[in-house]
């Protein structure tokens, strides 16, 4: 066969095929919106997160398989599922579409710049992976975002799912540990509670029958739905500016629970004269250095619990 029919026919091979290509689903996209993969890592290797926002930085670090986050102020354990969730959504980032091919057309879909967070991904020895990610309201609704990813080495930006949008772009403080109290209510022997006035209510336990020190009897129903309530006790918002040196002269209310197998458990509110709004601070010794604030109704509340001496009846 001679060499200029076996071209002939090879060219009408490649043409066959193309044309059956042409017909499949995946070739009929158009190519921006083809799903790119973007980042790919392995979770199990990753040892340190950072997340770099303007001039702050949040640092995740893991140490004998814990997670500790830090903020250079602050630093607490992490719950590694939550720090996996954030991995995994990375493990096979795609693009549903190409929105800029150069970094300075960014889009912005309302009036604000978006921020940009700078995630770098370590392992034991070297970087392994970086990326911007950045999000802004859609202008058609207030119920979406769009999210948009960038790698260093390329000036494409991409928009990508939401979802990943909803997990790397959270505010740093919620990466702070909130827990205030935890222990097992069924363990409790013995509360004793100090209000500001000096007055002290002590009760004790025996025989599912609770006596406090005016004579009164009270039956486990009626304090054990209070001690599950605040048995696994989080704060909302931390007291940054308090400071405990210098309010020691204001007076406070203070619980001290008696726990089977465990030391005393105590809880104390803080009179903050200085703040308007959210007046009380409150902390636990199980978690020093944790001051969180709050205003008459919700932490404070679900706390305050008698008048007076006697047990609140609403409780």
Same mark, same amino acid.
């Given at each position: 066969?001679?060499?200029?029919?076996?071209?002939?026919?090879?060219?009408?091979?490649?043409?066959?095929?193309?044309?059956?290509?042409?017909?499949?689903?995946?070739?009929?996209?158009?190519?921006?919106?083809?799903?790119?993969?973007?980042?790919?890592?392995?979770?199990?290797?990753?040892?340190?997160?950072?997340?770099?926002?303007?001039?702050?930085?949040?640092?995740?670090?893991?140490?004998?398989?814990?997670?500790?986050?830090?903020?250079?102020?602050?630093?607490?354990?992490?719950?590694?599922?939550?720090?996996?969730?954030?991995?995994?959504?990375?493990?096979?980032?795609?693009?549903?579409?190409?929105?800029?091919?150069?970094?300075?057309?960014?889009?912005?879909?309302?009036?604000?710049?978006?921020?940009?967070?700078?995630?770098?991904?370590?392992?034991?020895?070297?970087?392994?992976?970086?990326?911007?990610?950045?999000?802004?309201?859609?202008?058609?609704?207030?119920?979406?975002?769009?999210?948009?990813?960038?790698?260093?080495?390329?000036?494409?930006?991409?928009?990508?799912?939401?979802?990943?949008?909803?997990?790397?772009?959270?505010?740093? #403080? &919620?990466?702070?540990? %909130?827990?205030?109290?935890?222990? !097992?209510? $069924?363990?409790?022997?013995?509360?004793? /509670?100090?209000?500001?006035?000096?007055?002290?209510?002590?009760?004790?336990?025996?025989?599912?029958?609770?006596?406090?020190?005016?004579?009164?009897?009270?039956?486990?129903?009626?304090?054990?739905?209070?001690?599950?309530?605040?048995?696994?006790?989080?704060?909302?918002?931390?007291?940054?500016?308090?400071?405990?040196?210098?309010?020691? #002269? &204001?007076?406070?209310? %203070?619980?001290?629970?008696?726990? !089977?197998? $465990?030391?005393?458990?105590?809880?104390? /509110?803080?009179?903050?004269?200085?703040?308007?709004?959210?007046?009380?601070?409150?902390?636990?010794?199980?978690?020093?250095?944790?001051?969180?604030?709050?205003?008459?109704?919700?932490?404070?509340?679900?706390?305050?619990?008698?008048?007076?001496?006697?047990?609140?009846?609403?409780?």
């Amino acid at each position: 066969m001679k060499l200029r029919n076996l071209f002939f026919i090879g060219a009408f091979l490649v043409f066959a095929l193309a044309m059956a290509l042409k017909h499949l689903p995946y070739f009929q996209k158009s190519v921006s919106y083809l799903e790119i993969p973007l980042v790919a890592i392995e979770p199990a290797e990753v040892q340190t997160i950072s997340i770099q926002k303007g001039t702050e930085e949040l640092l995740l670090t893991k140490a004998s398989g814990n997670w500790l986050s830090t903020n250079g102020q602050w630093s607490n354990n992490l719950d590694g599922d939550r720090v996996l969730a954030l991995l995994n959504a990375l493990r096979s980032v795609k693009s549903i579409g190409i929105v800029a091919q150069n970094e300075a057309a960014w889009p912005q879909f309302n009036q604000a710049p978006p921020e940009v967070h700078f995630v770098r991904l370590y392992n034991k020895k070297a970087l392994m992976k970086s990326f911007y990610l950045s999000a802004t309201a859609r202008p058609d609704t207030s119920l979406d975002q769009a999210v948009f990813l960038r790698l260093p080495q390329t000036t494409l930006v991409y928009e990508v799912p939401g979802q990943l949008g909803s997990l790397w772009l959270q505010p740093f #403080g &919620l990466y702070r540990d %909130r827990q205030l109290l935890v222990f !097992d209510p $069924q363990a409790v022997r013995q509360i004793r /509670i100090e209000t500001p006035l000096g007055d002290s209510l002590r009760l004790i336990h025996a025989d599912s029958i609770w006596q406090d020190n005016l004579g009164e009897f009270w039956q486990d129903s009626q304090l054990r739905p209070w001690l599950q309530s605040i048995s696994n006790l989080q704060g909302q918002s931390y007291a940054e500016r308090f400071n405990e040196v210098e309010k020691q #002269g &204001l007076p406070t209310t %203070r619980y001290t629970f008696s726990i !089977d197998n $465990q030391g005393p458990v105590t809880l104390e /509110i803080y009179a903050d004269s200085n703040q308007v709004d959210f007046p009380f601070v409150i902390r636990s010794n199980q978690f020093p250095g944790r001051y969180f604030k709050s205003d008459s109704t919700g932490l404070y509340q679900d706390l305050k619990f008698f008048n007076n001496g006697r047990f609140n009846s609403g409780l």
